[in-house]
């Protein structure tokens, strides 16, 4: 199993940047890819991103490519998710998800809120 912590949220005003953070415990954090879901208000929970467990292989939903960065530390257990440009739209819970495969662990979330 793994435990996952996300921090790194707050209000920043469009056009801005935030860097969330994604701690996992564990040792094996290395073998799972980790993905970030966001859920806006009164909205399901949507994809966003996915790293691959080295770190060589990202995915991106189309609304935040060219915007979102992820990148990853297995030595620090620690996933970031840079994001530029900031819209209004992207005010959002986001969560961090490891996948080990067979099992999604999913973090409690940090809240992002984009002013206009």
């Known amino acids: 199993q793994v435990q996952l912590v996300e921090s790194g949220g707050g209000l920043v005003q469009a056009g801005g940047s935030l860097r969330l953070s994604c701690v996992a415990s564990g040792r094996t954090f290395s073998m799972y890819a980790v993905r970030w879901f966001r859920q806006a208000p009164g909205k399901d929970r949507t994809f966003v991103a996915r790293?691959?467990?080295?770190?060589?292989?990202?995915n991106y939903v189309d609304a935040v490519k060219g915007r979102f960065t992820l990148t990853r530390d297995n030595a620090q257990n620690t996933v970031y998710l840079q994001m530029n440009s900031l819209k209004p739209e992207d005010t959002a819970v986001y969560y961090c998800v490891a996948d080990d495969g067979s099992t999604y662990y999913w973090g409690k979330g940090t809240q992002v809120t984009v002013s206009s």
């Open positions: 790293i691959s467990a080295s770190g060589l292989i990202t």
